[in-house]
Protein backbone atom coordinates (compact mmCIF):
# COMPACT_ATOMS: atom_id res chain seq x y z
CA UNK A 1 0.00 0.00 0.00
CA UNK A 2 1.16 3.37 -0.86
CA UNK A 3 -0.52 6.41 1.48
CA UNK A 4 -0.85 9.70 0.14
CA UNK A 5 -1.96 13.10 2.21
CA UNK A 6 -3.56 16.24 0.92
CA UNK A 7 -0.16 17.72 0.89
CA UNK A 8 1.53 14.71 -0.93
CA UNK A 9 3.73 15.33 -3.25
CA UNK A 10 3.73 11.21 -4.99
CA UNK A 11 7.23 10.79 -3.57
CA UNK A 12 7.05 7.41 -2.87
CA UNK A 13 4.83 7.17 -6.18
CA UNK A 14 8.08 9.04 -7.87
CA UNK A 15 10.39 6.40 -6.35
CA UNK A 16 8.44 3.85 -7.42
CA UNK A 17 10.71 1.80 -10.77
CA UNK A 18 8.55 2.41 -14.32
CA UNK A 19 7.68 -0.63 -16.03
CA UNK A 20 10.52 -1.38 -18.61
CA UNK A 21 6.99 -2.38 -21.30
CA UNK A 22 3.53 -1.65 -21.27
CA UNK A 23 2.00 -4.73 -20.33
CA UNK A 24 -1.46 -5.19 -22.06
CA UNK A 25 -3.73 -8.85 -22.41
CA UNK A 26 -2.66 -10.41 -25.88
CA UNK A 27 -5.19 -9.95 -28.07
CA UNK A 28 -8.02 -12.85 -28.24
CA UNK A 29 -8.78 -13.59 -31.96
CA UNK A 30 -12.91 -13.63 -31.94
CA UNK A 31 -12.44 -17.16 -33.70
CA UNK A 32 -11.50 -18.91 -30.43
CA UNK A 33 -13.17 -16.77 -27.86
CA UNK A 34 -12.08 -16.17 -24.34
CA UNK A 35 -14.94 -16.43 -21.90
CA UNK A 36 -16.05 -13.35 -20.49
CA UNK A 37 -17.87 -12.10 -16.89
CA UNK A 38 -20.30 -9.96 -17.46
CA UNK A 39 -22.47 -9.55 -14.10
CA UNK A 40 -21.80 -13.02 -12.65
CA UNK A 41 -22.79 -14.07 -16.34
CA UNK A 42 -20.54 -16.47 -18.32
CA UNK A 43 -20.95 -15.23 -22.37
CA UNK A 44 -19.45 -17.09 -24.84
CA UNK A 45 -19.41 -15.16 -28.09
CA UNK A 46 -20.61 -15.48 -31.42
CA UNK A 47 -19.95 -13.07 -34.58
CA UNK A 48 -22.63 -12.12 -37.62
CA UNK A 49 -20.36 -9.62 -38.59
CA UNK A 50 -23.01 -7.16 -40.42
CA UNK A 51 -25.58 -9.87 -41.29
CA UNK A 52 -29.29 -8.47 -40.89
CA UNK A 53 -28.08 -4.99 -41.17
CA UNK A 54 -30.41 -2.69 -42.97
CA UNK A 55 -27.63 -0.38 -44.19
CA UNK A 56 -23.98 -0.12 -44.12
CA UNK A 57 -23.63 3.30 -41.56
CA UNK A 58 -20.68 5.32 -42.92
CA UNK A 59 -18.17 3.77 -39.74
CA UNK A 60 -18.95 0.11 -39.70
CA UNK A 61 -16.68 -2.85 -41.04
CA UNK A 62 -17.53 -5.42 -38.46
CA UNK A 63 -15.53 -8.17 -40.69
CA UNK A 64 -12.70 -6.01 -39.74
CA UNK A 65 -13.49 -5.63 -36.44
CA UNK A 66 -14.08 -9.22 -36.01
CA UNK A 67 -11.93 -11.30 -38.42
CA UNK A 68 -15.10 -13.20 -39.12
CA UNK A 69 -16.33 -13.45 -42.64
CA UNK A 70 -20.04 -14.81 -41.88
CA UNK A 71 -21.58 -17.22 -39.35
CA UNK A 72 -20.84 -20.92 -40.03
CA UNK A 73 -23.68 -22.76 -37.53
CA UNK A 74 -22.19 -26.13 -38.24
CA UNK A 75 -18.78 -25.19 -36.99
CA UNK A 76 -19.92 -22.99 -34.32
CA UNK A 77 -22.09 -26.03 -32.49
CA UNK A 78 -19.81 -28.53 -31.48
CA UNK A 79 -17.89 -25.15 -29.38
CA UNK A 80 -21.17 -24.00 -27.56
CA UNK A 81 -21.71 -28.00 -26.82
CA UNK A 82 -18.11 -27.91 -25.10
CA UNK A 83 -19.03 -24.63 -23.55
CA UNK A 84 -22.18 -25.40 -22.07
CA UNK A 85 -20.86 -28.65 -20.78
CA UNK A 86 -17.84 -27.38 -18.90
CA UNK A 87 -19.65 -25.15 -16.90
CA UNK A 88 -23.00 -26.93 -16.01
CA UNK A 89 -23.63 -24.77 -12.66
CA UNK A 90 -23.11 -21.54 -14.10
CA UNK A 91 -25.40 -19.21 -15.80
CA UNK A 92 -23.96 -18.98 -19.31
CA UNK A 93 -25.39 -16.91 -22.76
CA UNK A 94 -24.83 -17.58 -26.17
CA UNK A 95 -24.10 -14.14 -27.45
CA UNK A 96 -24.50 -12.95 -31.20
CA UNK A 97 -22.37 -9.90 -31.89
CA UNK A 98 -21.88 -7.61 -34.93
CA UNK A 99 -24.88 -7.46 -36.71
CA UNK A 100 -28.43 -6.63 -36.38
CA UNK A 101 -29.90 -10.59 -35.12
CA UNK A 102 -34.06 -9.34 -35.47
CA UNK A 103 -33.52 -7.89 -38.61
CA UNK A 104 -32.10 -11.58 -40.03
CA UNK A 105 -35.09 -13.49 -42.15
CA UNK A 106 -37.37 -15.07 -39.92
CA UNK A 107 -36.12 -18.60 -41.25
CA UNK A 108 -32.38 -17.53 -40.33
CA UNK A 109 -33.59 -16.85 -37.06
CA UNK A 110 -35.39 -19.84 -36.21
CA UNK A 111 -32.26 -22.17 -37.80
CA UNK A 112 -30.02 -20.39 -35.20
CA UNK A 113 -32.49 -20.62 -32.41
CA UNK A 114 -33.45 -24.62 -33.09
CA UNK A 115 -29.73 -25.15 -33.83
CA UNK A 116 -28.09 -23.26 -30.33
CA UNK A 117 -30.98 -23.79 -28.80
CA UNK A 118 -30.85 -27.80 -28.54
CA UNK A 119 -27.43 -26.89 -26.22
CA UNK A 120 -29.12 -24.88 -24.22
CA UNK A 121 -28.67 -26.94 -20.35
CA UNK A 122 -31.10 -24.95 -17.43
CA UNK A 123 -28.76 -22.36 -16.85
CA UNK A 124 -28.35 -21.08 -20.01
CA UNK A 125 -29.70 -18.20 -22.67
CA UNK A 126 -28.93 -15.89 -25.49
CA UNK A 127 -27.80 -12.51 -25.35
CA UNK A 128 -28.55 -10.73 -29.14
CA UNK A 129 -27.42 -7.42 -30.37
CA UNK A 130 -29.51 -5.53 -32.54
CA UNK A 131 -30.82 -2.96 -34.19
CA UNK A 132 -33.57 -0.42 -32.64
CA UNK A 133 -35.80 -0.14 -35.55
CA UNK A 134 -36.28 -3.69 -35.70
CA UNK A 135 -37.41 -4.35 -32.16
CA UNK A 136 -41.37 -4.54 -31.96
CA UNK A 137 -43.95 -6.60 -29.66
CA UNK A 138 -43.99 -9.63 -32.03
CA UNK A 139 -40.13 -10.11 -32.65
CA UNK A 140 -39.83 -9.55 -28.09
CA UNK A 141 -42.18 -12.25 -28.21
CA UNK A 142 -40.64 -14.47 -30.26
CA UNK A 143 -37.28 -13.79 -28.50
CA UNK A 144 -39.14 -14.86 -25.10
CA UNK A 145 -40.51 -18.00 -26.88
CA UNK A 146 -36.82 -18.57 -27.71
CA UNK A 147 -35.07 -17.99 -24.58
CA UNK A 148 -33.34 -14.48 -25.37
CA UNK A 149 -32.95 -13.30 -21.87
CA UNK A 150 -30.95 -9.83 -22.94
CA UNK A 151 -30.84 -7.60 -25.78
CA UNK A 152 -27.91 -4.82 -26.73
CA UNK A 153 -29.65 -1.91 -28.83
CA UNK A 154 -26.93 -0.41 -31.31
CA UNK A 155 -27.96 2.87 -30.21
CA UNK A 156 -24.60 4.49 -30.70
CA UNK A 157 -26.01 7.96 -29.98
CA UNK A 158 -29.23 9.47 -28.86
CA UNK A 159 -29.35 12.98 -30.42
CA UNK A 160 -31.15 13.26 -34.13
CA UNK A 161 -28.55 15.15 -35.69
CA UNK A 162 -25.57 12.77 -34.59
CA UNK A 163 -28.02 9.78 -35.88
CA UNK A 164 -28.70 11.43 -39.05
CA UNK A 165 -25.12 12.33 -39.99
CA UNK A 166 -24.08 8.62 -39.50
CA UNK A 167 -27.06 7.72 -41.59
CA UNK A 168 -28.41 5.26 -38.95
CA UNK A 169 -32.18 5.78 -39.87
CA UNK A 170 -33.86 6.51 -37.08
CA UNK A 171 -34.21 9.52 -34.73
CA UNK A 172 -33.90 9.80 -30.74
CA UNK A 173 -37.38 8.82 -30.44
CA UNK A 174 -37.81 5.84 -32.17
CA UNK A 175 -34.22 4.53 -30.08
CA UNK A 176 -35.91 5.40 -27.12
CA UNK A 177 -39.02 3.89 -27.47
CA UNK A 178 -37.27 0.25 -28.28
CA UNK A 179 -35.36 0.77 -25.15
CA UNK A 180 -38.78 0.88 -23.49
CA UNK A 181 -39.83 -2.01 -25.34
CA UNK A 182 -37.31 -4.57 -24.51
CA UNK A 183 -37.37 -3.35 -20.58
CA UNK A 184 -41.23 -3.24 -20.81
CA UNK A 185 -41.28 -6.66 -21.60
CA UNK A 186 -38.67 -7.89 -19.18
CA UNK A 187 -35.80 -8.56 -20.73
CA UNK A 188 -32.18 -7.06 -19.45
CA UNK A 189 -31.23 -4.13 -21.45
CA UNK A 190 -28.06 -3.41 -23.25
CA UNK A 191 -27.20 -0.32 -24.75
CA UNK A 192 -23.94 0.36 -27.41
CA UNK A 193 -22.96 4.29 -27.50
CA UNK A 194 -20.26 5.58 -29.91
CA UNK A 195 -18.50 9.01 -28.85
CA UNK A 196 -17.29 11.10 -31.27
CA UNK A 197 -19.59 10.19 -34.42
CA UNK A 198 -19.51 13.08 -36.77
CA UNK A 199 -21.78 16.00 -35.36
CA UNK A 200 -21.34 15.19 -31.64
CA UNK A 201 -21.01 17.99 -29.31
CA UNK A 202 -21.23 18.56 -25.97
CA UNK A 203 -24.64 18.97 -26.03
CA UNK A 204 -25.38 15.58 -27.48
CA UNK A 205 -22.97 13.98 -24.52
CA UNK A 206 -25.53 15.57 -22.52
CA UNK A 207 -28.70 13.98 -24.28
CA UNK A 208 -26.96 10.84 -23.78
CA UNK A 209 -26.97 11.35 -20.35
CA UNK A 210 -29.63 12.48 -19.39
CA UNK A 211 -31.59 9.66 -21.37
CA UNK A 212 -29.33 6.69 -19.90
CA UNK A 213 -30.43 8.62 -16.42
CA UNK A 214 -34.02 7.91 -17.32
CA UNK A 215 -33.29 4.78 -19.28
CA UNK A 216 -31.36 2.81 -16.93
CA UNK A 217 -30.36 0.22 -18.84
CA UNK A 218 -29.19 -2.73 -16.95
CA UNK A 219 -25.74 -2.81 -19.24
CA UNK A 220 -23.89 -0.05 -21.51
CA UNK A 221 -20.76 -0.76 -24.39
CA UNK A 222 -18.99 2.52 -25.47
CA UNK A 223 -16.98 2.20 -28.50
CA UNK A 224 -15.36 5.57 -29.18
CA UNK A 225 -15.62 5.59 -33.14
CA UNK A 226 -12.40 5.22 -35.43
CA UNK A 227 -11.58 5.24 -38.56
CA UNK A 228 -11.77 2.08 -40.28
CA UNK A 229 -10.10 1.70 -43.75
CA UNK A 230 -12.26 1.48 -46.72
CA UNK A 231 -15.79 2.58 -44.80
CA UNK A 232 -17.19 5.53 -46.12
CA UNK A 233 -16.14 7.75 -42.95
CA UNK A 234 -12.95 6.90 -44.19
CA UNK A 235 -12.93 8.68 -47.51
CA UNK A 236 -14.47 11.41 -45.27
CA UNK A 237 -11.19 11.76 -42.99
CA UNK A 238 -8.98 11.86 -45.82
CA UNK A 239 -10.87 14.88 -47.24
CA UNK A 240 -10.68 16.83 -43.95
CA UNK A 241 -14.21 16.63 -43.16
CA UNK A 242 -14.17 14.62 -39.96
CA UNK A 243 -11.72 14.64 -37.02
CA UNK A 244 -12.01 12.13 -34.93
CA UNK A 245 -11.48 11.74 -30.78
CA UNK A 246 -7.96 12.17 -29.87
CA UNK A 247 -7.31 9.63 -27.07
CA UNK A 248 -7.57 11.58 -23.91
CA UNK A 249 -10.74 13.27 -25.14
CA UNK A 250 -12.12 9.76 -25.36
CA UNK A 251 -10.84 8.50 -22.39
CA UNK A 252 -11.88 11.22 -20.56
CA UNK A 253 -15.95 10.78 -22.03
CA UNK A 254 -15.97 7.33 -21.09
CA UNK A 255 -14.56 8.17 -17.96
CA UNK A 256 -17.53 11.00 -17.42
CA UNK A 257 -19.77 8.02 -18.91
CA UNK A 258 -18.34 5.71 -15.84
CA UNK A 259 -19.04 7.98 -13.19
CA UNK A 260 -22.70 8.45 -14.22
CA UNK A 261 -23.04 4.87 -14.50
CA UNK A 262 -22.02 3.88 -11.33
CA UNK A 263 -24.26 6.81 -9.74
CA UNK A 264 -27.14 5.16 -11.57
CA UNK A 265 -26.58 1.45 -11.48
CA UNK A 266 -25.73 0.37 -15.18
CA UNK A 267 -23.01 -2.14 -15.11
CA UNK A 268 -20.27 -1.05 -17.94
CA UNK A 269 -19.50 -4.33 -19.63
CA UNK A 270 -17.20 -2.85 -22.93
CA UNK A 271 -15.00 0.55 -23.35
CA UNK A 272 -13.16 0.35 -26.45
CA UNK A 273 -12.87 -1.00 -29.71
CA UNK A 274 -12.08 -4.90 -29.57
CA UNK A 275 -8.29 -5.10 -30.21
CA UNK A 276 -9.04 -7.27 -32.62
CA UNK A 277 -8.84 -4.85 -35.09
CA UNK A 278 -5.41 -4.92 -36.67
CA UNK A 279 -3.80 -2.03 -36.23
CA UNK A 280 -2.70 -1.02 -40.26
CA UNK A 281 -6.49 -1.02 -41.23
CA UNK A 282 -7.15 2.20 -38.58
CA UNK A 283 -6.53 5.79 -40.66
CA UNK A 284 -7.21 7.25 -37.28
CA UNK A 285 -9.58 7.93 -33.50
CA UNK A 286 -8.67 6.78 -29.97
CA UNK A 287 -7.67 3.43 -30.98
CA UNK A 288 -6.06 1.31 -28.21
CA UNK A 289 -5.33 -2.52 -27.03
CA UNK A 290 -5.64 -0.71 -23.42
CA UNK A 291 -8.32 1.89 -23.88
CA UNK A 292 -10.30 0.37 -20.64
CA UNK A 293 -7.25 0.57 -18.61
CA UNK A 294 -6.88 3.99 -19.39
CA UNK A 295 -10.44 4.65 -18.55
CA UNK A 296 -10.05 3.31 -14.77
CA UNK A 297 -7.25 5.30 -14.31
CA UNK A 298 -8.20 8.51 -15.52
CA UNK A 299 -10.99 7.82 -12.94
CA UNK A 300 -8.67 6.78 -10.30
CA UNK A 301 -6.44 10.07 -10.95
CA UNK A 302 -9.73 11.90 -10.78
CA UNK A 303 -10.62 10.49 -7.16
CA UNK A 304 -7.01 11.50 -6.07
CA UNK A 305 -7.25 14.98 -7.34
CA UNK A 306 -10.57 15.39 -5.58
CA UNK A 307 -8.78 13.67 -2.06
CA UNK A 308 -6.29 16.46 -2.45
CA UNK A 309 -8.72 19.18 -2.99
CA UNK A 310 -10.68 18.17 0.16
CA UNK A 311 -7.62 17.95 1.95
CA UNK A 312 -8.13 13.59 2.62
CA UNK A 313 -5.68 11.16 2.64
CA UNK A 314 -6.27 8.40 -0.28
CA UNK A 315 -4.56 4.91 0.13
CA UNK A 316 -3.48 3.33 -3.28
CA UNK A 317 -3.36 -0.80 -3.21
CA UNK A 318 -0.93 -2.48 -5.94
CA UNK A 319 -3.51 -2.64 -8.46
CA UNK A 320 -3.72 0.87 -8.47
CA UNK A 321 -0.39 1.98 -8.10
CA UNK A 322 -0.14 -0.49 -11.30
CA UNK A 323 -2.58 1.47 -13.49
CA UNK A 324 -0.45 5.06 -12.87
CA UNK A 325 2.67 3.15 -13.55
CA UNK A 326 2.31 0.95 -16.40
CA UNK A 327 2.51 2.34 -19.94
CA UNK A 328 5.85 4.36 -18.89
CA UNK A 329 4.32 6.15 -16.49
CA UNK A 330 1.47 7.77 -18.74
CA UNK A 331 -1.01 8.64 -15.87
CA UNK A 332 1.66 9.01 -13.09
CA UNK A 333 2.88 11.92 -15.37
CA UNK A 334 -1.16 12.98 -15.80
CA UNK A 335 -1.62 13.35 -12.41
CA UNK A 336 1.21 14.80 -11.26
CA UNK A 337 0.96 17.62 -13.97
CA UNK A 338 -2.84 17.99 -12.63
CA UNK A 339 -1.97 18.33 -8.97
CA UNK A 340 0.73 20.73 -9.83
CA UNK A 341 -2.39 22.47 -11.40
CA UNK A 342 -4.44 22.66 -8.57
CA UNK A 343 -1.50 24.32 -6.50
Given at each position: ???????????????????????????????????????????????????????????????????????????????????IANHPDDDKQIAF???????????????????????????????????????????????????????????????????????????????????????????????????????????????????????????????????????????????????????????????????????????????????????????????????????????????????????????????????????????????????????
Amino acid sequence: MTQYSSTANLTELRKAPLPQHSRTPTPQHPNTPALQMSHRNLIYPIFLPMQGCPHRCIYCDQRKISATISLDVEAELPKVARFIANHPDDDKQIAFYGGSFTALSPEFRLHIFTSFGNLLDANSSFRISTHPLYIDADILAECRANRVSCLELGIQDFDSEVLKESKRGYDCQAAVKACHLVKEHGFTLGVQLMPGLPGSSTSSITTNMQLLRELKPDYLRLYPLIVISGTPLAETFKAGEYTPLKLDEAVSICADYALLANEVGITIIKQGIPSNLPPHEVLGGPFHPAFGEFVMAELLVRRIILASTQKREIILDKKQQALLLAHRGKYKAILEQRLADCL
